[in-house]
């Protein structure tokens, strides 16, 4: 009776062992109810689902961070762990790079919506639809936020603009930077010529949403804008292409510029565009060297907005595209907010993060100038074929 007993359980057991492997492998989703001595003993570890992530270089620090928190998460979908392979690109860089083919993402996230917006009116010629849409706010969301400023020395605004910046900031800056005697009208020869550095709109997002606020700031609208206006307007070409002229060197990076600003002072620049948060980043940096920095918010303003889209491609399966959503809603977090916020000095999406934060960069930096509120209109983004007008205009005129 004993050996009979032992035969009955033994039989029992195999059957369990038999019925799990075989809807393990019916469906995968059957591992993480599965019994886990009986699973983690007689099934080999699931194959995780890889998630192919093409990532501006701004936020490389941060998602560097808080990718391998994620991972460390352990979170599945049907079962199966979620890993993330991530590289980096140029945002224009990276739009072209899935619209020839070099590249075949599951998950974007260029450095604002611009790029979107070019990546959604081209794909279609390509692959017979839009592959990203900004409107669907759970294929397509922004998890980052940080609008341009232009930052100068302290002794250089106010010997341009006096204790305050009144009036059109873009217009200012246009008659300054291409004033003939350069500093001489404001009193100061010795200064030589008023130095303001702006990025490649080519290689750079900073860049190119710069070009995109002088232009509004000239039409004086705030939406609308049409390739007509660009086009069309002998009066905006000149001023624009003035502007432009007078700008030394375009760099690649906004990153790079600032660098470069702390690193050399005003003899290499007096006052340049740059993304809020990179001007936090450098903030310690720059304290003792040159005098102090000041940060001045344009009248309107682009967020860069940072949206991670998943593509809608033959590549991306259903599950790559869920765990898409599980990475995204990690990242939307606010552990990982918070991150991005007191390290990186992004504006949080996460409602439960705040930038009035013990240790948070917008208060230890007001002096510069620094505000939680953004006292700047919000720019419609035009349509990507407009997009597109502007950014051959200023190739063709003005780098070709």
């Not at 998630?51 to 990718?67: C, F, G, R």
């Not at 922004?142 to 873009?170: H, I």
């Not at 804008?225 to 003035?242: E, H, M, P, R």
């Not at 953004?374 to 070709?400: E, I, M």
Request: proline share 8%.
């Amino acid at each position: 009776m004993p050996r009979l007993i032992t035969w009955i359980l033994f039989g029992v057991y195999a059957l369990a062992v038999i019925s799990v492997l075989a809807a393990s492998l019916i469906s995968p989703s059957f591992r993480a109810v599965a019994y886990a001595p009986v699973r983690e003993l007689i099934l080999p570890p699931p194959e995780p689902i890889t998630i192919k992530l093409l990532y501006s270089t701004e936020k490389e620090a941060w998602l560097e961070e808080v990718i391998p928190l994620f991972e460390a998460a352990a979170l599945t979908v049907d079962g199966r762990p979620v890993v993330v392979s991530a590289k980096k690109m140029g945002s224009r860089e990276m739009y072209l790079a899935v619209l020839n083919g070099e590249e075949t993402p599951d998950l974007i996230s260029p450095a604002s919506s611009l790029q979107i917006a070019i990546l959604q009116d081209q794909s279609p010629n390509i692959f017979g639809r839009p592959i990203v849409n900004m409107a669907d706010t759970a294929s397509c969301r922004s998890l980052l936020r940080t609008p341009l400023v232009v930052v100068a020395w302290k002794e250089r605004a106010e010997a341009l603009w006096g204790p305050s910046l009144n009036g059109d900031l873009w217009q200012r800056l246009h008659d300054a930077a291409v004033e003939p005697q350069g500093w001489a009208v404001y009193g100061h020869p010795e200064w030589g010529y008023i130095k303001f550095g702006q990025t490649n709109p080519r290689t750079s997002n900073s860049g190119f949403q710069a070009i995109l606020l002088m232009t509004y700031a000239y039409l004086g609208k705030t939406d609308g804008l049409t390739s007509a206006d660009i086009l069309s307007n002998v009066g905006y070409q000149k001023w624009f292409l003035d502007l432009q002229g007078a700008i030394p060197e375009f760099g690649n990076s906004s990153g790079t510029y600032m660098n470069d600003m702390v690193a050399f002072g005003p003899s290499k620049y007096d006052m340049i565009i740059a993304y809020e948060s990179v001007v936090i980043e450098q903030a310690a940096n720059a304290i003792g060297r040159y005098g102090e920095l000041r940060v001045f918010y344009p009248p309107t303003t682009l967020w860069s907005d940072h949206p991670f889209c998943a593509l809608n491609t033959d590549w991306v399966t259903p599950e790559k595209a869920r765990a898409a959503q599980v990475l995204l809603d990690y990242l939307a977090g606010d552990p990982a907010q918070r991150i991005a916020m007191l390290k990186y000095g992004y504006r949080p999406v996460a409602p439960g993060v705040s930038l009035n934060e013990p240790g948070s960069p917008f208060s230890r930096y007001a002096r510069m100038g620094l505000q939680a509120n953004v006292p700047s209109v919000a720019l419609q983004t035009p349509p990507g074929a407009v997009l597109n007008t502007l950014l051959d205009f200023w190739t063709r005129n003005v780098q070709p």
